[in-house]
């Protein structure tokens, strides 16, 4: 331990910097990782600078989170850390970590969005089909004297209903309209 010390202490003030953040954000960073593989990740913590709203990017998403906190330091002392012994100035040396860390808060933002896309419910709710117009699958005979059978695609999901109609027989592959829901199993159409 006390070797990590002296190498520490043997660093220029801005090398230190530049280690401490990347070390230390590194370490959150991978904890963050962790826990979001194991789904426990789901109440982000927004900080609030004026007590008003925070920079909502919008789907949920907003700017100054502790996750893209993490993720500029993370980007910003690994890039001072790399380039340290390549850029002589002091001011490029930090405005290029301070670049880098920026990309990085905006990759991590592009890659959040990209997945929020993913998301989907797929839960299939009944009521959702009445008013629908849907392709009668199996005939359904005239006046309530039997059931055909209708497919519906409703929410990228194609489900299969027991139909009855109070009209003439309706042929397969005729487009109708679903009038009612009559139980969890049938329509009227």
């Not at 008013?131 to 489900?159: A, C, E, F, M, W």
Request: hydrophobic share 45%; proline share 2%.
């Amino acid at each position: 331990m006390n070797d990590i010390i002296t190498w520490y202490d043997s660093m220029p003030l801005l090398l230190q910097v530049f280690w401490g953040c990347a070390i230390i954000s590194s370490a959150v960073f991978a904890v963050q990782m962790v826990l979001t593989l194991m789904g426990i990740d789901s109440s982000d913590m927004d900080v609030d600078f004026d007590g008003g709203d925070t920079l909502d990017l919008g789907g949920g998403l907003n700017l100054f989170t502790i996750k893209n906190l993490i993720g500029f330091l993370v980007g910003f002392g690994w890039a001072g850390v790399s380039f340290y012994g390549y850029i002589e100035s002091p001011v490029l040396l930090t405005l290029l970590a301070f670049v880098v860390g920026c990309l990085f808060v905006a990759m991590f933002v592009l890659i959040y969005r990209q997945t929020r896309r993913l998301e989907h419910n797929g839960a299939f709710n009944v009521n959702d089909v009445v008013g629908k117009t849907v392709s009668v699958y199996l005939r359904i005979p005239s006046h309530g004297q039997g059931k055909g059978k209708i497919q519906v695609s409703l929410n990228g999901s194609v489900q299969e209903f027991d139909a009855v109609t109070d009209g003439d027989e309706i042929p397969s592959g005729t487009k109708v309209t679903v009038l009612e829901l009559i139980d969890k199993e049938t329509v009227r159409v």
